[in-house]
């Protein structure tokens, strides 16, 4: 029976797991627990882990609660293990970090003075066109539905250069959405930033033919440009982003 102080200890873990651990993390968590078979059985888990997908913070949170059901001292172990490895300390940047740290000096833009990244912000990035204004307005009730703001960068303007604002936006988000739909340029080179920054992108599109081949081994979310579609995507949205670990 998982109990308040017991659930805000395996959430604590699932925000630690999502954020530092790879393959050899798992198995050495196996190893010290005696419960390789459950991480590694488990359909999705490692799966999930290894092509990025939406929902590895979900199977890692079953996966806790599965050792926290079945042996709460494995839990324990866990909790010592990762919190060796990965001591709490202010992170620079990405979302999701590693062991090994890359420092930049970026020439086209600048580094924000405000560094902090905002757990509740989502930026999305997509086509700037009448076309796609319900689009727009579903993306936004999705992101509203899962308890996070949505800004484009149409939305604000503190910057003299649009690509300094582009570059803020994705920066501070906890997520970005983007939309391939169209083969826009300047939602790949959006992209591009924001995988750079380790952000959890989540892909959108109305056709699987204008994703870029370099990630369209990823799931994307495919959507129908009609009322029927959109409503469909907005709550197929907001169950992905309720998934992403803040």
Partial sequence: MINLDLGKRILALREKVVANFDFNDW???????????????????????????????????????????????????????????????????????????????????????????????IALMMPFNASFTSVHEAIKSACSSAGYRCLRVDDIWEESSVIQDVFNLIFRAHVVVVDFTGKNPNVMYETGIAHTLGKHVVPIAQSLEDVPFDINHHRILKYLPNSEGLAVMRDKLAEKLRQVTR
Avoid: C, M
Wanted: hydrophobic share 35%; net charge negative.
């Fill in 27 to 121: 198995e050495e968590i196996g190893l010290l627990t005696g419960l390789t078979d459950l991480i590694k059985n488990h359909p999705r888990l490692l799966r999930s882990l290894s092509w990025g997908d939406e929902d590895y913070s979900g199977n890692v949170l079953q996966v806790l609660k599965d050792i926290a059901e079945q042996d709460t001292r494995a839990l324990t172990v866990f909790e010592e293990h990762a919190a060796s490895k990965y001591p709490d300390q202010a992170q620079y940047i990405s979302a999701k970090l590693s062991d090994r740290k890359v420092t930049f000096s970026p020439s086209v833009f600048q580094l924000p003075e405000n560094t902090a990244i905002e757990s509740d912000l």
